[in-house]
């Protein structure tokens, strides 16, 4: 099993920047894939970044592509996602996804996820 805690959501006006980490636990963190995903409000999941187990591979939503980073550091186990030029449509809650595999994770399905971190951003 993995166990994934996020943190630094907020609330920031648009334009602002953000930086989420999610901190990994119970399994070697780096020999899997991690990913991003959103959820808003009566809104389903949506996958946001994801990238391999050695952080070379990365992969973004074409809505945030040129505004997004999605990093890792495999000696802390944390998993970032460093985001600027926020909008109002990137609101919503931010979970952090473990993948089964090395490769770079694209979708959720049977890996692990955390409890999510609230970023809302204003106009």
């Known amino acids: 099993q993995q166990q994934l805690v996020e943190s630094g959501g907020g609330l920031v006006q648009a334009g602002g920047s953000l930086r989420l980490s999610c901190v990994a636990s119970?399994?070697?963190?780096?020999?899997?894939?991690m990913g991003w995903f959103r959820q808003a409000p009566g809104k389903e999941r949506v996958f946001v970044a994801g990238?391999?187990?050695?952080?070379?591979?990365?992969v973004y939503a074409d809505s945030v592509k040129g505004r997004f980073t999605i990093s890792r550091d495999n000696a802390k186990s944390t998993l970032y996602l460093q985001m600027n030029d926020l909008k109002p449509e990137d609101s919503g809650v931010y979970l952090c996804?473990?993948?089964?595999?090395?490769?770079?994770?694209?979708?959720?399905?049977?890996?692990?996820w955390g409890q999510g971190t609230q970023v809302t951003v204003s106009s």
């Open positions: 996804y473990g993948g089964n595999g090395g490769g770079t994770v694209l979708r959720g399905t049977t890996g692990y």
């Open positions: 119970g399994r070697p963190f780096s020999n899997y894939g």
């Open positions: 990238i391999n187990r050695n952080g070379e591979s990365t």
